[in-house]
């Protein structure tokens, strides 16, 4: 077994780098980044043995890929750091329900809610603008302008901004 190991040490890397990739981004979900870079830095050794840049020595593989996982771990770190956290969406900017619409069953005054059932959800709409004594008659055609867990606040579709 060693003695193949040794005279395969290219298939050796290239092995461990896709071993490594496929844990971190199957079981791990690409979360730690450890995993990634020692799959990437052991990718990188296979290919400059391949490419004859690097003598396919123990010590030199040992040495390469420590080094390279190091460097792409600093290097990349911030970068896919920034990109797994992204930005959060402001509530009721970000959904697939907005620009829905519905028929009122009932009036909807400022500051009351009125329920919906939507896709297996009762709903609570809410009146988006409405001030005072302002109503949107029952009947009327609502559109969906902001979402909130278990509110959808709701606007006539011709007062929606452009």
């Keep these: 077994m060693f003695a193949y190991l040794h005279a395969h040490q290219v298939e050796f890397w290239f092995a461990l ?9 199957t079981i791990l979900g690409a979360g730690s ?3 990634l870079f020692m799959g990437i830095g052991a990718l990188a050794t296979g290919l400059l043995m391949a490419l004859g840049l690097l003598p396919e020595l123990w010590v030199a593989g040992a040495g390469a890929f420590g080094g390279l996982s190091c460097l792409f771990g600093v290097v990349l770190w911030r970068p ?22 519905f028929l ?28 005072g004594a302002e109503v949107i008659p029952a009947g009327s055609e609502v559109e969906v302008v902001g979402v909130e867990p278990g509110k959808f606040f709701v606007a006539r579709p011709a007062e929606r901004a452009p």
Excluded: H
Excluded at 17 to 25: F, K, N, P, Q, S
Excluded at 80 to 101: I, K, M, N, T, Y
């Design 104 to 131: 009122l069953k009932e009036d909807l005054k400022a500051g009351e809610a009125v329920s919906l059932r939507y896709s297996g959800v009762t709903w609570s709409l809410m009146g988006s603008g409405l001030t």
């Design 17 to 25: 780098g896709a071993v490594a990739l496929i844990i971190e981004i």
């Design 80 to 101: 896919l750091r920034r990109f797994s956290e992204g930005g959060v969406p402001r509530a009721g900017q970000s959904s697939d329900f907005l620009g829905l619409r």
């Design 33 to 35: 980044f450890v995993l």
